[in-house]
């Protein structure tokens, strides 16, 4: 930390870091230096020369925004020299720039302006020659607009691109007077921007401004400015609303908070629409004669009590099940779990982590005690070696990647290992490409390396893992077999590659790991993990600061609604249902009857479903969840929903599950809740509504309380949103310390005990979350895939995300500008078998599994391997799970949605 030195500007005395900045150091002391190209997350340019001053013994002015604050520093940042330069300099800038303004954005040229009196024609010198420069206008992004006109070459556009969000995809074109910004090559839609928009908000004169509300928002009006959580992927962005006549204008990143730090995605930034579409559900609706009509809220909610206590008496409590939802508050989840435990009396909830992360919590709790990701999202810029396994971070959480690519800059390595090109394997020093399912040949082949030259480190191993060197013994036998031509027979991988890349992971001091659903998603998932979780430990690569085991959440609560029970096995906290002793515990906070809490572990998600067809399940409540896209085995769910006697589902949206619903219960978007959500790294931070509810729609929690009471079960009485927060922090020792006032600015990082308590940045510093407080290695053999191609399917099948899509019928889709960039399923071939085949991109064709099949349209790229497919699995019209299998992984009961046998034919016509 640098030390602090004193410094004087325009006399008045001000204490600094050494070496920080000197024109932030005035902004910090209120000291408004006027400047135009600076910006603090910026490295300093000097372009605008706005921010001159002068400093006691150089004789000369100076750009601040240039300069070091140091000991004894005598600034003079105001006098009338100093003044008329800056006006000079205004008004020449002013001579060259289109002063039209519509109020659509904050335009701080426009300020200085104002504030220099050249508002006023007869104070200015130059001649406006704007008009005569023929500057061009960029309109061809589907989510903003380039004015030239309006652009004063201040690079900050440039910059925060590349320094910010690591994509330089912005430069300048032609020189002198007429040097304007492109995207790419030329126009902004023939380039790689992919709409992320920091160059929107870091934009000073309205050059770039976005499209979305462009005719209709007025900044100079009153406007709402709500902070929030971003809805989407679980990096947890701060969000600010703006809101006007009632509606959402407008989303911009928070600058100076964790986790982004004002950095936003496209879908952050342009992804809230579907909050305010025309299509969302405003009223109870119920089924009658097959159609669904509108109902009151005391009928429907009378109907759904009256029928689910008659499931629960004619056939038992387990005939009962619930869906909770990763795209809903804590509060939400906890309430939704504490109704099926109370009202239903069974165990039987669940949500989507039982279809995206299962395998990586199993693992992790039976390894380390924790499920968590063990370290925070910054840490990735101090990093000197990344490891991404089944991760397409650039595109499934983006604002992490800038973090990654800023790590990268300062030196540090990035290793790969995944099926399918993805975006950051431009950025990697490595790329693993192992055919699919056999991650665990592949990382016993690099823990061999490991052991064989000696990576290992014995005090760890001794201190921190149980069973010390004789655990370590049985796992270096055990992966003796995985010798690098073993390793590449398997895997199809180099075994010379692999043995670099555990070289560089072993060696670094700061390696993180972070895991995806592409390694989490198999039937061998858990063993996957364990294996990393193996190398993890043998190298003493976990529980320091940058040192650690990461699986970045796919939805924005996907952490909290496993952290508040939303689980068949465990209550809030993690803490196990079949325990007596902590069920004596969760039933006195919840003022019930020890006895009347179930004992036995409940059904998930997939195993809920199954039940459903056997007819062992009645009734299920689905809240927030769309399984008629999201299960695997479509085709089995649809029989399986056929068959239950009645569904209640609770949303913002029809979707593909709502046909076979009884009741359908309008609930709150993202933007209406009040709340907590837990990100990746544990933060656990508030949700805050910016806008109405549309019609009759009700909050989740309230619809939940309201339900339990008509089914005799009262769960509690709640005013609002903090009382049931301040309950879960009882239940949950994790958030003992996390109150609403703490997390008024920022996050909390759990386990947080106590309320003097700092929070927790990284896990495992002193011992592991496990009985004894020791890491338990879990040696494990490959195991090929039950599911293999044959003459009939011969082509394995992967699946995954993309960046502008999220959810079929919710969210995403509901969104013209993230539609605008992507909207059309697709099946990635290698060109080697498009040629074998016949096909071509956009041809049509049918996809066929032994479980179903689909229509989508090819395209031939490089990024998969031969015999290899990949496709996105966001669009209901191809919907990849009718092609997808029900096994589970035995450990975590997650289907492997990213290995399937297919077969691929051209539709006629």
């Known amino acids: 930390m640098n030390k602090t030195i004193t410094l004087k500007i325009d006399n008045k005395e001000i204490k600094a870091p050494e070496g920080a900045n000197l024109l932030q150091v005035a902004k910090d002391n209120g000291i408004a230096i006027p400047h135009l190209c600076y910006h603090k997350k910026l490295t300093p340019t000097g372009a605008c020369r706005l921010c001159l001053v002068k400093i006691k013994g150089t004789g000369h002015m100076v750009a601040s925004c240039a300069m070091k604050a140091e000991e004894g520093m005598e600034v003079i940042a105001f006098d009338d020299e100093l003044e008329e330069a800056r006006t000079y300099l205004l008004d020449y800038l002013l001579s060259e720039h289109n002063e039209q303004y519509d109020g659509n954005y904050n335009d701080e ?89 920091e160059c929107i908000q870091l934009c000073p004169t309205g050059a770039i401004v976005e499209k979305p509300h462009a005719d209709t928002i007025n900044v100079e009006k009153e406007i709402k400015k709500v902070q929030t959580i971003c809805p989407y992927c679980g990096v947890g962005c701060q969000l600010e609303l703006w809101v006007q006549d009632g509606k959402i204008v407008r989303s911009n990143g928070v600058e100076d908070l964790s986790p982004n730090y004002g950095r936003l995605c496209v879908k952050g930034r342009f992804g809230y629409e579907y909050n305010q579409h025309k299509e969302r559900l405003t009223t109870p609706l119920i089924k009658k004669d097959g159609k669904f009509v509108e109902a009151s809220w005391e009928e429907a909610l009378n109907l759904i009590a009256t029928k ?37 009396g069974s165990n039987n909830v669940d949500y989507c982590t039982r279809l995206c992360h299962a395998s990586t919590v199993t693992a992790m709790l039976r390894a380390l005690g924790d499920g968590a990701g063990s370290n925070s999202i910054e840490d990735y810029e101090n990093s000197d070696c990344m490891l991404f396994t089944g991760n397409n971070v650039i595109e499934t959480h983006p604002v992490t990647a800038t973090f990654v690519k800023a ?25 693993l490409q192992p055919k699919l399912g056999t991650d665990v040949a592949l990382l016993n082949g690099m823990i061999r390396t490991i052991v064989k030259e000696d990576l290992i480190d014995k005090d760890f191993i001794e201190k921190r893992v149980d069973g010390g060197m004789k655990s370590y013994e049985a796992l270096k036998e055990l992966v003796e077999e995985y010798t690098p031509e073993h390793v590449e027979k398997i895997t199809g991988v180099s075994g010379e590659l692999v043995q670099e890349a555990a070289r560089i992971y072993a060696k670094a001091k700061k390696p993180l790991i972070a895991t995806g659903m ?44 496993s952290d508040v029970g939303a689980s068949p096995f465990t209550y809030p906290g993690y803490i196990s249902v079949t325990d007596d002793e902590n069920r004596k515990r969760v039933a006195e906070i919840w003022g019930v009857p020890f006895e009347s809490l179930d004992g036995e572990k409940g059904l998930s998600t997939v195993e809920i479903m199954q039940a459903a067809y056997d007819r062992r399940v009645k009734g299920l409540y689905i809240m927030g969840e769309n399984p008629m896209v999201t299960d695997p085995n479509i085709n089995h769910t649809i029989k399986a929903m056929e068959k239950l006697e009645f569904v209640v589902v609770q949303d913002i949206f029809h979707t593909e599950t709502t046909p076979y619903a009884d009741v359908i219960l309008p609930a709150a978007a993202f933007a209406e809740k009040n709340g907590t959500v837990v990100n990746s790294d544990r933060r656990v931070a508030r949700m805050r509504p910016a806008v109405d509810m549309p019609g009759q729609a009700r909050q989740d929690w309230k619809i939940i309380v309201e339900i339990a009471e008509r089914m005799g079960s009262p769960l509690g009485n709640y005013k609002n949103e903090e009382d049931i927060w301040n309950e879960l922090r009882k239940a949950a020792p994790i958030f003992g310390g996390i109150s609403y006032p703490r997390m008024e600015k920022q996050g ?15 896990l495992f510093e002193d011992k592991f979350n496990t009985p004894n407080g020791l890491g338990v290695l879990h040696p494990v053999h490959y195991a090929a895939q039950n599911e293999k191609v044959t003459t009939e399917f011969p082509f394995l099948l ?10 079929s019928s919710t969210m995403s889709r509901k969104n013209k500008s993230l539609n605008d960039f992507a909207n059309e399923a697709y099946v990635l ?41 990949f496709m996105p699995f966001h669009y209901a019209e191809a919907a990849v799970n009718m092609l997808t299998r029900d096994e589970l992984d035995p450990y975590s009961k997650i289907a492997p949605f990213k290995l399937s046998a297919v077969r691929v034919d051209k539709v006629a016509g």
């Open 109 to 197: 040229f426009r300020e200085l302006k104002i504030r220099y009196g050249l508002d006023k024609p007869e104070n200015r010198r130059f001649p406006s020659i704007w008009k005569e420069l023929n500057y061009p206008v960029d309109n061809t992004s589907p989510v903003l607009k380039y004015d030239a006109s309006k652009c004063i070459k201040c690079f900050r556009c440039i910059k925060a691109c590349d320094e910010v969000q690591g994509k330089n995809v912005l430069s300048f074109a032609q020189r002198g007077i007429t040097t304007h910004i492109i995207g790419g090559y030329n126009h902004w839609k023939e380039s790689e921007c992919d709409g992320c928009g």
């Open 308 to 344: 689910f206590k008659g499931i629960k008496e004619k056939y038992g409590a387990k005939a009962l099940a619930g869906y909770s939802s990763a795209k809903t508050t804590n509060e939400d989840n906890y309430i939704f779990s504490k109704l099926v435990r109370i009202a239903f």
């Open 407 to 431: 790590g990268k800059r300062k030196g540090g390595k990035i290793i790969i290992i995944d099926p399918k090109w993805t975006p950051l394997v431009k950025y990697s020093d490595i790329w």
């Open 518 to 561: 592409g390694f989490s998603q198999q039937v061998t998932g858990t063993h996957n993990v364990f294996s990393l979780i193996n190398m993890c430990l043998i190298t003493g690569h976990i529980g320091r600061v940058g040192a650690g085991l990461n699986p970045p959440r796919g939805q924005n609560n996907v952490q909290g609604a």
């Open 748 to 762: 909390v990082q759990w386990p947080c005990p106590t309320e003097d308590h700092p929070g927790t940045a990284t």
């Open 798 to 807: 992967n699946s995954g995300r993309i960046l502008y899509q999220y959810h």
């Open 829 to 869: 071939m290698h060109e080697d078998d498009a040629t074998k085949h016949g096909f071509k991109t956009g041809d049509w064709v049918k996809i066929t599994s032994k479980r179903g099949e689909l229509e989508t349209k090819v395209e031939v790229s490089d990024h998969v391997l031969p015999g290899e497919l």
